[in-house]
């Protein structure tokens, strides 16, 4: 089952404007993990901000996280056509163990 | 440092038969992952492996077996194969507990 969902499902923008998706989840994490997807292939890890952890930067990437919310965003910078892919949250519950339990995924389209 | 590898890249099957996938973690990393993805499932956890013994398991049927060698290297199997099992399957290695986790390519099984 999905831990939780990703919103918007699907995105599409102009090349050069940010791009912003949200993740929920359902239970408490220790981390959480934002991976991108070329079409039918394997997921690139992008970012892992700790539960303890508000922000984090990498790059033109900019997560945030809200523990009270069981929430987190992604935001990606001056977007480009290279940048159009799936991405999902994952996320590893306080269970102790590594299992990632994956978000839904938004599908992200720059136009050109 | 190589990346995540796995064998084969693409694989077609019948219906009744069993398959083997196979995953090479990330030089020093102990813990691998798999992971199956359908476009109506989305992305689920089947098992994960540390020092060949497995540490947690998704819920999927006795059908999908795996095990970890001594050089970390992993296997799964699927027995009986049913046209529902066609998918992506992903491998993912990582350090330990709450580490980055880094995913191999996958290998697109088709079951005809």
């Known amino acids: 089952s999905q831990q939780g969902e990703e919103d918007p499902q699907a995105l599409s923008i102009q090349e050069g404007e940010n791009a912003t998706m949200n993740c929920s989840y359902k239970t408490s994490i220790n981390n959480l993990q934002w991976y991108r997807q070329n079409s039918g292939r394997g997921l690139v890890h992008l970012i892992l901000?700790?539960?303890?952890?508000r922000e984090k930067h990498s790059g033109r990437l900019r997560v945030t996280l809200d523990t009270s919310k069981k929430s987190s965003s992604l935001l990606i910078t001056a977007s480009r056509a290279a940048d159009t892919a799936s991405y999902f949250c994952a996320t590893d519950a306080n269970f102790g163990n590594e299992k990632l339990t994956f978000g839904t995924g938004t599908r992200l389209t720059i136009i050109p | 440092k190589a990346g995540v590898t796995q064998t084969p890249r693409y694989l077609i099957k019948t219906r009744g038969q069993q398959v083997t996938l196979s995953c090479s973690p990330i030089?020093?990393?102990?813990?691998v992952s798999w992971y199956q993805q359908t476009p109506g499932q989305g992305l689920q956890f089947l098992f994960e492996?540390?020092?060949?013994?497995?540490?947690n398991k998704g819920n999927f049927p006795g059908r999908f077996s795996g095990r970890q060698f001594s050089n970390s290297r992993s296997e799964m199997n699927v027995s009986t194969l049913e046209l529902g099992d066609s998918a992506l399957y992903l491998c993912a290695s990582s350090l330990g507990p709450f580490a980055e986790q880094f995913f191999g390519p996958g290998t697109r099984l088709t079951v005809l």
């Open positions: 492996y540390f020092s060949e013994t497995q540490r």
């Open positions: 030089s020093g990393h102990r813990s």
């Open positions: 901000i700790r539960s303890n952890e």
